[in-house]
């Protein structure tokens, strides 16, 4: 199966900015939409962002649109998600996940639907 590592993730002040990166390993990208989600203390795993297989759809949670940026770099079997203008509410563990689709423009929001996730990386914005 595909292993999913993150990283990027640390602490960064409020309106400062992080890219996340999620490198797989074990087989490629083919055919596989990916996602990113977060976790807070005390909350559920929550919808971040996903992005089809041809990379030319991408869907974001309200809270995020217009500040985070999903993006795949398949010869480099990575994903990242591009995080700016952070707040405190954005403070979380990130988790990246990969779902295999029969169509290249499937987008997956549904964590229950993803296949294999990453173990995740803490990112802290302080205000």
């Known amino acids: 199966q595909v292993q999913l590592v993150e990283s990027g993730g640390g602490l960064v002040q409020a309106g400062g900015s992080l890219r996340l990166s999620c490198a797989a390993s074990?087989?490629?990208?083919?055919?596989?939409?990916m996602g990113w989600f977060r976790q807070a203390p005390g909350k559920e795993r929550e919808f971040v962002a996903a992005m089809s297989w041809s990379g030319g759809n991408t869907d974001y949670a309200d809270s995020v649109k217009g500040r985070f940026t999903i993006s795949r770099d398949n010869a480099k079997n990575t994903v990242y998600l591009q995080m700016n203008s952070l707040k405190p509410e954005d403070t979380a563990a990130y988790y990246c996940a990969a779902s295999q689709v029969v169509l290249i423009t499937t987008i997956v929001r549904r964590a229950d639907e993803y296949d294999y996730w990453g173990q995740g990386t803490q990112v802290t914005v302080s205000s």
């Open positions: 074990g087989r490629t990208f083919s055919r596989y939409a």
